[in-house]
């Protein structure tokens, strides 16, 4: 028989889902809501079983026309939606905290159609029914494109009306040809890449696993045959190649186990996640980029083991700021859980840095503190913690007190006699630049607060003999290469030429200079002068 992707990939990949504790839902007999392809008796249990309730049979009937009205907007990017989702307000319809509680199933070329239009991923990923991810696959050494034909057809669904109800819908989208980056290539035609839907401005990410996520092999033979006939493909089973792509450890298999492992899923919905509203570019909506993800989970290992000074090393590119963002969502729950509450600073060195990540941060939907002077800032240091703001309908916006160092001075110090449990944490941006080992700006810094959490953010960490960053910040929390932030292409390859021996022989053709003769000082002075040397 002639292979296909099917029998390459997406069954094998279909069938691994099994191996993460998924459910296989077939379509045929399923009660299916075909405003947003809601699985309806899924639905109901899920909800009632996650809310520990008895919901009417009109209750949930509500709940599934809430989700199709709060989707159907085609300017939001599935804002109002997705802070329902994660919304703890009301009845919930997805378990952040308890993510095994919440049902996960995968269906096979699930159709999404309107009137005029319509699409079928390959795998549509459903929690508690809705569907909420979907994974398209490539077969490999595809010679129409590869995987940039996915992301040409996805940016052409991004473009039609009809599906933005289900793109609003939708967290997590995969992209896999079942093969291993190429990281020579520019433009990207193998691997497996994941994104969330952001219109038609959607950029796509590597992931690459730095923690092991156990797997079993075993699927139980029942069950392979039970998929295999609702596919319809049967003959593959006993083939060499069906089995080689059945293993856990091949590249799509891999990608599947490091986004949709359960707890994982549900910490990107929950954490990785944000609407980031620019004042220059207008509403994106963005996912954690796999580094970030691991810096996180580094942090709160080192935290849990007394850490209190650390420096994330994350190359220039990589966006230092967002993962300030995205860990003061975790910190602020991991500290509640301890009874403790959070207070955030992000510490700068000049003036236009302060105002470069005060933007960043309110466009990320923070409150931003102003700190207009050393008295402000010694005020805000000594008062407890500035309750963040409450906005319609209970939305939560976290407080985040961007600061200049030189604000720090031996008047700035906590009120260690406040009664409430406070954690003051301090981002350092830049912390290889101007956090000196001698100067006052640390001294003043570091005492301000010997309980405070100081974690520093840079790109090029000093290194030298004499004095290391990390002599001041305690070792490094993560880290997170030039090379690998080229190859995941967040950063551009710097090209060095050796442009001196063409530039020196214009020269000497300019100024009419024999060869093997000195330029002087006088004649590279008249040489900058000439039309030709300007051009």
């Given at each position: 028989?002639?292979f ?6 997406k069954?094998?990949?279909?069938l691994h889902?099994?191996r993460?504790?998924?459910?296989y839902?077939p379509k045929k007999?399923?009660k299916i ?11 109901k249990e899920?909800?009632n079983r ?9 209750v949930i009937s509500e709940?599934i026309?809430?989700?199709a009205d709060?989707?159907?907007?085609s300017k939001?990017?599935?804002q109002?939606?997705?802070e ?7 009845i919930?319809?997805i378990d952040?905290?308890e993510?095994?509680?919440n049902?996960?199933r995968v269906?096979s070329?699930?159709?999404f159609?309107?009137e005029?239009?319509e699409?079928r991923?390959d795998i549509?990923v459903l ?5 909420l ?5 490539k077969?490999p050494?595809?010679e ?11 940016k ?9 109800h289900?793109f609003?819908q939708?967290q997590l989208?995969g992209?896999s040809?079942?093969?291993p980056?190429?990281?020579e290539e520019?433009i990207k035609t ?10 038609t ?6 992931f ?13 033979e029942d069950?392979?045959d ?5 596919n ?6 006993d083939t060499p190649?069906f089995?080689?792509?059945?293993k ?11 986004l949709?492992s359960?707890e994982r899923?549900?910490?990107i919905?929950?954490?990785?996640i944000v609407y980031v509203d ?6 994106h909506k963005h996912?954690?980029r796999y580094p970030q993800?691991f810096a996180?989970e580094?942090l709160?290992?080192?935290l849990?083991?007394?850490?209190k000074?650390?420096v ?5 590119g990589s966006?230092?700021t ?8 975790v910190?602020?729950?991991?500290y509640?859980e301890?009874?403790?509450i959070?207070?955030?600073?992000f510490?700068?060195?000049r003036?236009?840095l302060l ?5 960043e941060f309110?466009s990320?939907?923070m409150?931003?503190?102003?700190i207009n ?8 240091i000594?008062s407890p913690v ?7 309908e209970g ?6 007190n961007?600061?200049n160092?030189q604000k720090?001075?031996?008047?700035s110090?906590?009120?260690k006699?406040?009664?409430?449990k406070?954690q003051r944490?301090?981002f350092?941006?830049?912390?290889h630049r101007s956090?000196?080992p001698k100067?006052?700006?640390l ?6 607060d010997?309980d405070?959490i100081?974690?520093?953010l840079?790109?090029?960490?000093i ?10 910040f ?5 880290k ?5 932030s ?5 950063t551009?390859?710097?090209?060095k030429?050796?442009?001196?021996t063409?530039?020196k022989?214009n020269i000497?053709?300019?100024?009419n ?15 900058t002068k ?6």
């Amino acid at each position: 028989m002639k292979f296909n992707e099917d029998s390459r990939v997406k069954i094998p990949a279909l069938l691994h889902f099994r191996r993460l504790g998924y459910d296989y839902q077939p379509k045929k007999g399923a009660k299916i809501d075909i405003r947003n392809n809601i699985f309806v008796d899924v639905f109901k249990e899920s909800i009632n079983r996650i809310n520990n309730n008895s919901y009417s049979d009109k209750v949930i009937s509500e709940l599934i026309r809430e989700i199709a009205d709060l989707t159907n907007n085609s300017k939001d990017k599935g804002q109002a939606f997705f802070e329902r989702l994660t919304s703890n307000k009301g009845i919930k319809l997805i378990d952040l905290k308890e993510p095994l509680r919440n049902d996960f199933r995968v269906v096979s070329e699930l159709t999404f159609k309107k009137e005029r239009q319509e699409f079928r991923p390959d795998i549509t990923v459903l929690i508690n029914g809705i569907p909420l991810g979907f994974i398209e696959i490539k077969k490999p050494n595809n010679e129409e494109g590869g995987i940039q034909r996915e992301f040409r057809r996805m940016k052409y669904r991004a473009k039609i009306d009809e599906f933005v109800h289900f793109f609003n819908q939708f967290q997590l989208i995969g992209f896999s040809n079942n093969m291993p980056y190429n990281d020579e290539e520019r433009i990207k035609t193998q691997g497996s890449f994941y994104t969330t839907p952001n219109g038609t401005s959607i950029s796509y990410n590597h992931f690459r696993e730095e923690k092991e996520i156990p797997v079993s092999d075993y699927l139980p033979e029942d069950f392979i045959d039970y998929v295999l006939n609702d596919n319809s493909i049967m003959s593959i089973k006993d083939t060499p190649e069906f089995q080689t792509n059945l293993k856990p450890d091949t590249p799509c298999n891999k990608f599947i186990t490091s986004l949709f492992s359960k707890e994982r899923i549900i910490k990107i919905i929950r954490y990785g996640i944000v609407y980031v509203d620019s004042p220059r570019d207008g509403l994106h909506k963005h996912i954690i980029r796999y580094p970030q993800l691991f810096a996180i989970e580094a942090l709160i290992n080192k935290l849990d083991n007394g850490m209190k000074r650390g420096v994330v090393w994350h190359t220039q590119g990589s966006g230092k700021t967002a993962l300030a963002y995205f860990m003061t969502n975790v910190l602020r729950d991991y500290y509640q859980e301890k009874g403790i509450i959070t207070k955030f600073y992000f510490v700068v060195d000049r003036l236009d840095l302060l105002i470069q990540a005060s933007t960043e941060f309110s466009s990320r939907g923070m409150t931003i503190a102003p700190i207009n002077s050393r008295e402000d800032f010694t005020e805000n240091i000594k008062s407890p913690v500035i309750v963040p703001n409450v906005a319609d309908e209970g939305k939560y916006k976290e407080t985040m007190n961007v600061v200049n160092i030189q604000k720090f001075t031996e008047d700035s110090t906590v009120d260690k006699g406040l009664n409430k449990k406070i954690q003051r944490i301090y981002f350092l941006d830049e912390v290889h630049r101007s956090y000196k080992p001698k100067g006052t700006f640390l001294a003043n810094l570091l005492g301000a607060d010997p309980d405070g959490i100081f974690i520093g953010l840079t790109g090029t960490p000093i290194l030298k003999e004499e004095f290391k960053t990390t002599d001041l910040f305690h070792g490094y929390i993560h880290k997170y290469y030039y090379n690998k932030s080229i190859a995941d292409g967040y950063t551009l390859k710097i090209k060095k030429e050796n442009i001196s021996t063409k530039f020196k022989a214009n020269i000497r053709g300019i100024l009419n200079i024999k060869e093997g003769k000195e330029i002087s000082a006088k004649e590279w002075e008249e040489a900058t002068k000439e039309p030709v040397f300007v051009e």
